[in-house]
Nanobody, 119 residues
């Protein structure tokens, strides 16, 4: 069974940086895009960033533009999220996910990694 495994979360002071990693365990698989989502306590899960392999493009939610950078390796099913200038409102559980076809939803998810930003 294919799974995604995140790592790199932790506790950091406001203004600091963290780098999240996500890799597939088990066999590799073809994906159209991979993304990062987050869920803060009491809030719904929200989209953070996406990398679309065939287009070579990246997309971000407005609140992280200029601070977060998504990158990765399609052949290895790995994706990273470099987070700089972190704010307390970035505190959440961060999930990576894979979208295998452009017409399908994200259907492979990781278990999440906690990011806590102290003020």
């Amino acid at each position: 069974q294919v799974q995604l495994v995140e790592s790199g979360g932790g506790l950091v002071q406001a203004g600091g940086s963290l780098r999240l990693s996500c890799a597939a365990s088990g066999r590799t698989f073809s994906t159209y895009a991979m993304g990062w989502f987050r869920q803060a306590p009491g809030k719904e899960r929200e989209f953070v960033a996406r990398i679309t392999w065939s287009l070579g493009s990246t997309d971000y939610v407005n609140s992280v533009k200029g601070r977060f950078t998504i990158s990765g390796d399609n052949a290895k099913n790995t994706v990273y999220l470099q987070m700089n200038s972190l704010k307390p409102e970035d505190t959440a559980i961060y999930y990576c996910a894979a979208q295998r076809w452009n017409w399908a939803p994200y259907d492979i998810w990781g278990q999440g990694t906690q990011v806590t930003v102290s003020s």
